[in-house]
């Protein structure tokens, strides 16, 4: 593993990259607003993928990479993950297809930028849908909108007792349901099971795709 340190626009990030020998695709990943990237689930996803032939790298953001725990605003975390994106793509994963995703905030941050980034699918871990209810009693927006825009294969993998609820399965959108809660910590390995089901799919067809026809 290589600890790669990236200037954004608001700060320093780093990626650890951990790298496939002949990798056919990119697996990029970011945390969740609170947390790093060891968490159990980015951990499994990791795994599953460096197995499957995919390279991968654990994004951490500046402001966690500063010391601070509460994240800014989704203008600069979209700026801060782009940036990142287009040096790795750039550099150490030139040439690869690129799958963005992440667990919960990073997942959000992976779906709105998957048009910049060029992503041809995206990866969500615990995608946090729905809030819980605003102290005034009134209902907090869902972010459906974030997954429902994307144009390209979505794995949502989410604990089936997530206080955020569970969007629903679509065209492009395949919803896996796992033991456990938000954290997705009970059962790791049926995290893997859930990405090692679609990711091969995703990539075969990325790499049919950049096949001269």
């Not at 989410?158 to 955020?164: K, M, N, T």
Request: hydrophobic share 45%.
């Amino acid at each position: 593993m290589a600890v790669l340190e990236i200037e954004t626009p608001h700060g320093r990030a780093n990626a650890q990259l951990h790298a496939s020998d002949q990798a056919k695709a990119a697996l990029v990943l970011g945390h969740g607003a609170g947390g790093g990237v060891t968490t159990p689930d980015l951990v499994a996803a990791k795994d599953v993928a460096v197995s499957e032939g995919v390279s991968v790298a654990l994004v951490e953001q500046p402001y966690r990479v500063a010391g601070r725990r509460s994240p800014p605003a989704a203008s600069r975390l979209d700026a801060a993950w782009t940036a990142v994106l287009d040096e790795l793509l750039a550099g150490e994963l030139r040439g690869l297809a690129l799958i963005a995703g992440g667990r919960s905030l990073g997942a959000r941050v992976a779906c709105r930028t998957a048009d910049a980034t060029g992503a041809i699918a995206v990866l969500c871990l615990a995608f946090p849908l729905q809030p819980p209810a605003r102290r005034s009693g009134d209902p907090s927006p869902s972010r459906l909108p974030e997954l429902d825009q994307l144009k390209v294969p979505t794995l949502v993998v989410q604990g089936e007792r997530d206080r955020f609820g569970t969007p629903p399965p679509g065209r492009l959108r395949t919803v896996a349901r796992v033991p456990g809660d938000h954290s997705l910590r009970t059962k790791p390995e049926a995290v893997a099971a859930a990405v090692r089901a679609w990711l091969p799919g995703v990539v075969d067809q990325a790499a049919r795709a950049a096949v001269p026809g």
